[in-house]
Protein backbone atom coordinates (compact mmCIF):
# COMPACT_ATOMS: atom_id res chain seq x y z
CA UNK A 1 0.00 0.00 0.00
CA UNK A 2 0.59 3.64 -0.70
CA UNK A 3 -0.45 5.68 1.78
CA UNK A 4 0.25 9.69 3.20
CA UNK A 5 -0.74 10.55 6.67
CA UNK A 6 -1.22 14.44 6.43
CA UNK A 7 -2.37 16.63 9.25
CA UNK A 8 -1.09 20.05 12.03
CA UNK A 9 1.98 19.60 13.77
CA UNK A 10 0.99 17.38 16.43
CA UNK A 11 -2.00 15.75 15.16
CA UNK A 12 -0.28 12.08 15.41
CA UNK A 13 0.63 11.54 12.13
CA UNK A 14 4.28 10.16 13.45
CA UNK A 15 1.96 7.65 15.87
CA UNK A 16 -0.14 6.08 13.37
CA UNK A 17 2.34 5.74 10.84
CA UNK A 18 4.44 3.97 13.31
CA UNK A 19 1.44 1.76 14.09
CA UNK A 20 0.47 0.74 10.48
CA UNK A 21 4.27 0.26 9.32
CA UNK A 22 4.06 -2.61 11.72
CA UNK A 23 1.18 -3.87 11.00
CA UNK A 24 1.85 -3.69 7.12
CA UNK A 25 5.58 -3.56 7.08
CA UNK A 26 6.52 -1.06 5.05
CA UNK A 27 8.93 1.68 5.88
CA UNK A 28 7.78 5.31 7.58
CA UNK A 29 8.92 7.87 5.81
CA UNK A 30 8.95 11.15 8.01
CA UNK A 31 10.92 14.05 6.55
CA UNK A 32 10.90 15.73 10.23
CA UNK A 33 12.92 11.93 11.51
CA UNK A 34 15.33 12.59 8.82
CA UNK A 35 15.85 16.28 9.62
CA UNK A 36 16.30 15.39 12.85
CA UNK A 37 18.66 12.75 12.48
CA UNK A 38 20.93 14.60 10.00
CA UNK A 39 20.87 17.26 13.15
CA UNK A 40 22.08 15.14 15.41
CA UNK A 41 25.42 14.13 13.15
CA UNK A 42 25.58 17.52 12.65
CA UNK A 43 25.64 17.04 8.58
CA UNK A 44 25.71 20.09 6.37
CA UNK A 45 21.68 18.69 5.38
CA UNK A 46 21.53 19.16 9.43
CA UNK A 47 22.94 22.62 9.97
CA UNK A 48 20.59 23.71 6.97
CA UNK A 49 17.31 22.38 8.32
CA UNK A 50 18.03 23.62 11.48
CA UNK A 51 17.75 27.32 11.27
CA UNK A 52 14.43 26.70 9.13
CA UNK A 53 13.22 23.88 11.99
CA UNK A 54 13.96 26.21 14.93
CA UNK A 55 12.06 28.98 13.54
CA UNK A 56 8.61 27.06 12.84
CA UNK A 57 9.44 27.17 9.05
CA UNK A 58 9.80 25.17 6.23
CA UNK A 59 12.83 23.77 4.97
CA UNK A 60 13.38 24.69 1.23
CA UNK A 61 11.19 22.29 -1.27
CA UNK A 62 14.02 21.70 -3.33
CA UNK A 63 16.09 20.23 -0.88
CA UNK A 64 13.15 18.03 0.77
CA UNK A 65 11.89 16.99 -2.60
CA UNK A 66 16.03 15.29 -3.26
CA UNK A 67 15.61 13.58 -0.14
CA UNK A 68 12.15 12.05 -1.00
CA UNK A 69 13.09 11.26 -4.16
CA UNK A 70 16.28 9.40 -2.94
CA UNK A 71 14.42 7.73 -0.30
CA UNK A 72 11.13 6.16 -2.23
CA UNK A 73 13.89 4.80 -4.92
CA UNK A 74 15.36 2.32 -1.82
CA UNK A 75 14.39 -1.27 -2.25
CA UNK A 76 12.64 -1.41 0.46
CA UNK A 77 9.72 0.79 -0.72
CA UNK A 78 9.27 -1.54 -3.25
CA UNK A 79 5.91 -2.78 -1.69
CA UNK A 80 4.75 0.49 -0.09
CA UNK A 81 5.32 3.12 2.22
CA UNK A 82 4.31 5.52 4.33
CA UNK A 83 4.66 9.20 3.74
CA UNK A 84 4.82 11.61 7.48
CA UNK A 85 5.09 15.38 6.58
CA UNK A 86 6.02 14.89 3.05
CA UNK A 87 4.25 17.28 0.78
CA UNK A 88 4.30 19.92 2.79
CA UNK A 89 3.32 22.65 -0.02
CA UNK A 90 2.26 22.10 -3.12
CA UNK A 91 4.77 22.03 -5.35
CA UNK A 92 6.09 18.88 -3.11
CA UNK A 93 2.42 17.17 -3.96
CA UNK A 94 3.21 17.93 -7.53
CA UNK A 95 6.70 16.96 -7.39
CA UNK A 96 5.83 13.62 -5.75
CA UNK A 97 3.20 13.03 -8.37
CA UNK A 98 5.53 13.57 -11.15
CA UNK A 99 8.39 10.92 -8.57
CA UNK A 100 5.38 8.13 -8.77
CA UNK A 101 4.33 9.40 -12.21
CA UNK A 102 8.19 7.55 -13.06
CA UNK A 103 7.70 4.82 -11.25
CA UNK A 104 4.38 3.99 -12.47
CA UNK A 105 3.01 4.19 -9.07
CA UNK A 106 0.40 5.80 -7.46
CA UNK A 107 -0.65 6.86 -4.34
CA UNK A 108 -3.47 4.53 -2.57
CA UNK A 109 -4.52 6.54 -0.07
CA UNK A 110 -4.12 10.44 2.14
CA UNK A 111 -5.16 10.45 5.50
CA UNK A 112 -5.84 13.54 7.27
CA UNK A 113 -5.42 13.78 10.82
CA UNK A 114 -8.18 16.26 12.13
CA UNK A 115 -7.06 17.79 15.75
CA UNK A 116 -7.87 21.63 17.06
CA UNK A 117 -5.29 23.95 17.01
CA UNK A 118 -5.63 24.31 21.12
CA UNK A 119 -5.59 20.67 21.58
CA UNK A 120 -2.38 20.65 19.97
CA UNK A 121 -0.31 23.72 21.76
CA UNK A 122 -1.49 21.84 24.86
CA UNK A 123 -0.29 18.13 23.52
CA UNK A 124 3.03 19.11 22.52
CA UNK A 125 4.75 20.24 25.43
CA UNK A 126 4.03 16.75 26.83
CA UNK A 127 5.67 14.99 24.22
CA UNK A 128 8.85 13.04 24.39
CA UNK A 129 10.65 11.40 22.01
CA UNK A 130 13.24 8.58 21.48
CA UNK A 131 16.39 10.50 19.76
CA UNK A 132 17.65 7.22 18.94
CA UNK A 133 14.96 5.02 17.37
CA UNK A 134 11.81 8.03 17.26
CA UNK A 135 9.23 6.11 19.69
CA UNK A 136 6.89 8.80 20.25
CA UNK A 137 5.21 9.15 23.84
CA UNK A 138 3.39 11.90 25.83
CA UNK A 139 3.86 11.66 29.45
CA UNK A 140 -0.16 11.77 29.82
CA UNK A 141 -0.13 8.21 29.11
CA UNK A 142 3.21 6.63 29.46
CA UNK A 143 4.60 5.98 32.75
CA UNK A 144 7.94 5.41 31.07
CA UNK A 145 7.38 8.59 29.24
CA UNK A 146 7.27 10.60 32.44
CA UNK A 147 10.45 8.29 33.76
CA UNK A 148 11.92 9.67 30.38
CA UNK A 149 13.22 6.09 29.58
CA UNK A 150 12.50 4.54 26.04
CA UNK A 151 10.35 1.17 26.17
CA UNK A 152 11.61 -0.09 23.06
CA UNK A 153 15.45 0.51 23.45
CA UNK A 154 15.69 2.06 26.74
CA UNK A 155 17.62 5.12 25.80
CA UNK A 156 16.83 8.36 27.46
CA UNK A 157 13.78 10.30 26.07
CA UNK A 158 14.28 13.94 24.86
CA UNK A 159 11.58 16.55 24.39
CA UNK A 160 12.19 18.17 20.68
CA UNK A 161 13.48 21.98 20.26
CA UNK A 162 10.42 22.85 18.55
CA UNK A 163 8.16 21.81 20.98
CA UNK A 164 8.37 24.98 22.78
CA UNK A 165 5.13 27.02 22.74
CA UNK A 166 6.79 29.90 20.52
CA UNK A 167 7.85 27.69 17.97
CA UNK A 168 4.70 25.08 18.27
CA UNK A 169 2.28 28.75 17.20
CA UNK A 170 4.93 29.08 14.48
CA UNK A 171 4.58 25.79 13.03
CA UNK A 172 0.53 25.92 13.32
CA UNK A 173 0.63 29.53 11.41
CA UNK A 174 2.96 27.45 8.86
CA UNK A 175 0.89 24.37 8.74
CA UNK A 176 -2.06 26.75 7.67
CA UNK A 177 -0.72 28.83 5.29
CA UNK A 178 1.29 26.17 3.07
CA UNK A 179 0.22 22.82 3.71
CA UNK A 180 -3.50 23.03 4.46
CA UNK A 181 -4.25 23.84 0.65
CA UNK A 182 -3.32 20.05 0.53
CA UNK A 183 -6.57 19.04 1.88
CA UNK A 184 -8.17 20.40 -1.73
CA UNK A 185 -6.01 18.78 -3.60
CA UNK A 186 -6.10 15.49 -2.56
CA UNK A 187 -10.20 15.45 -1.55
CA UNK A 188 -9.90 16.56 -5.76
CA UNK A 189 -8.04 13.56 -6.61
CA UNK A 190 -10.64 11.57 -4.69
CA UNK A 191 -8.42 9.46 -2.75
CA UNK A 192 -8.64 11.65 0.89
CA UNK A 193 -10.22 10.02 3.77
CA UNK A 194 -10.51 12.14 7.25
CA UNK A 195 -10.15 10.95 10.55
CA UNK A 196 -10.60 12.20 14.68
CA UNK A 197 -7.07 12.58 15.50
CA UNK A 198 -8.57 13.83 19.27
CA UNK A 199 -10.00 10.93 20.84
CA UNK A 200 -7.53 8.31 22.34
CA UNK A 201 -4.58 6.75 20.20
CA UNK A 202 -6.30 3.61 19.71
CA UNK A 203 -9.49 5.38 18.45
CA UNK A 204 -7.81 6.80 15.92
CA UNK A 205 -6.02 3.89 14.79
CA UNK A 206 -9.80 2.09 14.83
CA UNK A 207 -10.40 4.77 12.30
CA UNK A 208 -7.39 4.38 10.43
CA UNK A 209 -8.10 0.83 9.94
CA UNK A 210 -11.46 1.54 8.90
CA UNK A 211 -10.70 3.60 5.95
CA UNK A 212 -8.05 1.42 4.59
CA UNK A 213 -10.11 -1.41 4.72
CA UNK A 214 -8.28 -3.21 7.57
CA UNK A 215 -8.87 -5.68 10.79
CA UNK A 216 -8.01 -4.88 14.08
P1 LIG B 1 7.80 16.95 11.58
O1 LIG B 1 8.71 16.16 12.41
O2 LIG B 1 7.08 16.30 10.48
O3 LIG B 1 6.80 17.71 12.54
P2 LIG B 1 5.23 18.10 12.44
O4 LIG B 1 4.54 17.95 11.16
O5 LIG B 1 5.19 19.43 13.04
O6 LIG B 1 4.54 17.01 13.22
P3 LIG B 1 4.97 16.37 14.56
O7 LIG B 1 6.02 15.33 14.34
O8 LIG B 1 5.27 17.46 15.56
O9 LIG B 1 3.61 15.70 15.03
P4 LIG B 1 2.90 14.37 14.57
O10 LIG B 1 1.69 14.71 13.78
O11 LIG B 1 3.88 13.40 14.00
O12 LIG B 1 2.39 13.89 15.99
P5 LIG B 1 2.94 12.72 16.95
O13 LIG B 1 2.50 11.39 16.46
O14 LIG B 1 4.36 12.93 17.31
O15 LIG B 1 8.60 18.19 10.96
C1 LIG B 1 9.44 18.99 11.78
C2 LIG B 1 9.99 20.15 10.97
O16 LIG B 1 10.79 19.64 9.88
C3 LIG B 1 8.95 21.05 10.29
O17 LIG B 1 8.47 22.04 11.16
C4 LIG B 1 9.76 21.61 9.10
O18 LIG B 1 10.58 22.66 9.54
C5 LIG B 1 10.63 20.44 8.71
N1 LIG B 1 10.00 19.62 7.66
C6 LIG B 1 9.54 18.33 7.78
N2 LIG B 1 9.00 17.90 6.64
C7 LIG B 1 9.11 18.93 5.74
C8 LIG B 1 8.70 19.11 4.40
N3 LIG B 1 8.04 18.15 3.72
N4 LIG B 1 8.97 20.30 3.81
C9 LIG B 1 9.61 21.27 4.47
N5 LIG B 1 10.00 21.18 5.75
C10 LIG B 1 9.76 20.02 6.40
O19 LIG B 1 2.04 13.04 18.26
C11 LIG B 1 2.22 14.25 18.99
C12 LIG B 1 1.99 13.98 20.50
O20 LIG B 1 0.62 13.66 20.70
C13 LIG B 1 2.78 12.77 21.03
O21 LIG B 1 3.16 13.06 22.36
C14 LIG B 1 1.79 11.63 21.00
O22 LIG B 1 2.06 10.65 21.99
C15 LIG B 1 0.47 12.36 21.25
N6 LIG B 1 -0.68 11.79 20.53
C16 LIG B 1 -0.70 11.25 19.28
N7 LIG B 1 -1.95 10.87 18.94
C17 LIG B 1 -2.73 11.20 20.00
C18 LIG B 1 -4.12 11.08 20.27
N8 LIG B 1 -4.98 10.53 19.40
N9 LIG B 1 -4.57 11.54 21.47
C19 LIG B 1 -3.73 12.08 22.36
N10 LIG B 1 -2.42 12.22 22.16
C20 LIG B 1 -1.91 11.79 21.00
MG1 LIG C 1 5.93 13.47 13.56
Redesign the pocket.
Known amino acids: MRLMII??????????AAILSKKLGIPHI????I??INIKNETPLGQL?KQ??DN????P?EV?IGIVKGRLTEPDCGNGFIL??????IP?AESLDSMLREMDQKLDKVLN?VVDDDVIIR??T????CPECNA???IS?SEKAREGVCESCSAKLIQ?E??REETVIN?LK?YHIQTEPLISYYKGKGILSEVH?????E??TAEVNKELGLKE
Do not use: E
Open positions: GAPGAGKGTQSTGDFRAYIGALVDTDGFPRTQIRLGRRVIYHTRDDRTGQCLVDT
